[in-house]
């Protein structure tokens, strides 16, 4: 698949098949928020790869916004230190991996924005790093309209050379 066409059909993924992804596809996905471009290559963020199912069970009930983490194959806990840019660079990482994760059939969504700190004792987070959000993966358990998305038209969000002129 190439970039524009994963960024066209990536959509929120919240309900899972009872599969395992691939070993192979789960490096990719981390490996893919490792290879991802970082301020002043800083690289603020940790990830906690998480497979066991009984652990995943108990992130699914501490993240009040992300149950279905319960059901998922995997997790990805972006974990980041308190950097100026630890935000910017963590978000970057994660759209990396669910694009990634796209590629491979493998859908995802994005749980959380801080406000995690309950998992820090499941995980054995210390203390001065914060977690940023949790991204569950799996296989979709049902087949989703790929690309079907309800944007605005692009002319009232896009500007050419100036705000008041639209992007057409």
């Known amino acids: 698949m190439d970039v524009f066409e994963a960024v066209r059909t990536l959509l929120a993924v919240?309900?899972?098949?009872?599969e395992p992804v691939a070993e192979d596809v789960v490096r990719q996905i981390v490996e893919a928020a490792h290879l991802t471009a970082s301020s002043m290559n800083k690289q603020p963020w940790h990830f906690v790869v998480v497979q066991?199912?009984?652990?995943l069970r108990k992130m699914g009930a501490l993240a009040r916004t992300g149950p279905y983490i319960a059901d998922a194959a995997l997790a990805v806990v972006v974990v980041?230190?308190?950097?100026?840019?630890?935000?910017?660079?963590?978000?970057?990482?994660?759209?990396?991996?669910?694009?990634?994760?796209?590629?491979?059939?493998?859908?995802?969504?994005w749980v959380?924005?801080?406000?995690?700190?309950?998992?820090k004792p499941l995980l054995n987070i210390p203390d001065e790093l914060d977690v940023f959000a949790i991204v569950p993966f799996g296989?979709?358990?049902?087949?989703?309209g790929q690309g079907k998305k309800n944007r605005k038209p692009?002319?009232?969000i896009a500007h050419r050379e100036t705000f008041s002129t639209p992007f057409e």
Not at 52 to 55: F, I, L, S, V, W
Not at 86 to 99: K, P
Not at 112 to 119: E, I, K, P, R
């Open 52 to 55: 066991n199912r009984d652990t």
């Open 80 to 109: 980041t230190e308190r950097t100026q840019f630890a935000v910017s660079d963590a978000s970057r990482a994660i759209q990396s991996m669910m694009l990634t994760a796209w590629d491979h059939g493998i859908g995802s969504n």
């Open 112 to 119: 959380g924005f801080m406000g995690l700190d309950a998992v």
């Open 14 to 18: 919240r309900q899972y098949k009872d």
């Open 154 to 156: 692009l002319g009232e």
């Open 139 to 144: 296989k979709p358990a049902a087949d989703i």
